[in-house]
């Protein structure tokens, strides 16, 4: 199966049905272990990213966090968020088949706090300094969290 020609397809499909252009498809040993568009728009989740969907779906039918024996197949370089995921799953490989660069001026991600062309800046910038307000709230509890999950799984 050509897997970079079923990504394509799969995003197609979700743009005639009026979703976003992008899509990811998982392969394990030759075979999709799972596929999904972006479905933000259908599902008003902005979290509902085809690389997210894709990788909860082969992760849950695996029974693992990790897909390091699986490539996975995106339509596009992927966003900050996604990239996340990816390294968090840790694959074999990413195939991505177009870049930011190809696609903006047909494409554009923009929200009140991102752009996809300076999230990278505006990541690198010190917290305070950063457009979206964050505010930190230390607690003295809030360790205790990470000191118990530590207890609970020394080996």
Known sequence: MDFIKRTIDLAMKNVEEG?????TVIVRAGEIVAESPNKVAQTNDPTAHAEILAVRDACKKLGRENLNDCEIYILASPCPMCLGALYYCSPQRVNYITT???YAPY?????QYFELETFYDEYSKPIAERRMPMVHHAHHDAIKVYQRWNELNQD
Do not use: C
Request: no cysteine; charged share 60%.
């Open 19 to 23: 979703g976003r252009p992008f899509a």
């Open 107 to 111: 494409y554009r991600d923009d929200r």
């Open 100 to 102: 930011r660069e190809d």
